[in-house]
């Protein structure tokens, strides 16, 4: 059953880049309504149980002192259809297989540095969103 929750980080390479502003508005014309953010940064350990799921894949290392590198964005948004639709507006993990206007299409530059993470299911989007976020954190 679709929830109308998901979660969303705005990754180091985003946030150097600036690219913070742009994100949000974009997110925000596709109907999301923000219901917890903060800029934080993860720490090597952070990132090791953040990504945990993907601790056997050979781009793990690299994912871990990537997204332990440098400030993120998290956020948990709001919408009917949140993970699909956010799925969609964030487009595919390589930019150069993203649709036009994406997420990843107009700020990422590579498939490591991809400029946001986006749940994959609705279940991940719980879990990943209680882990950067107290209740008290979330309206």
């Known amino acids: ?24 508005e974009k997110i925000n014309a596709a109907g999301f309504r ?30 871990v002192e990537f997204m332990s590198s440098g400030p993120i964005v998290a956020a948990i948004l709001e919408k009917n259809n949140a993970v699909e639709d956010f799925r969609v507006l964030i487009g595919a993990t390589n930019p150069a297989d ?6 990843r299409k107009l700020f990422a530059s590579s498939m490591g540095e991809n400029a946001v993470h986006g749940s994959d299911s609705d279940e991940n989007a719980a879990i990943e969103g209680a882990f950067h976020f107290s209740g008290r954190e979330i309206f």
């Open 1 to 24: 059953m679709a929830t109308n929750r998901t979660f969303t980080m705005l990754k180091p390479d985003s946030v150097e880049k600036g690219y913070i502003g742009a994100i949000l």
């Open 34 to 63: 923000i219901a917890a953010m903060k800029m934080t940064q993860m720490t090597v350990s952070d990132a090791k149980a953040f990504y945990a799921v993907h601790s056997e894949r050979p781009f793990y290392g690299e994912l």
């Open 98 to 103: 993203a649709a036009e206007g994406t997420i």
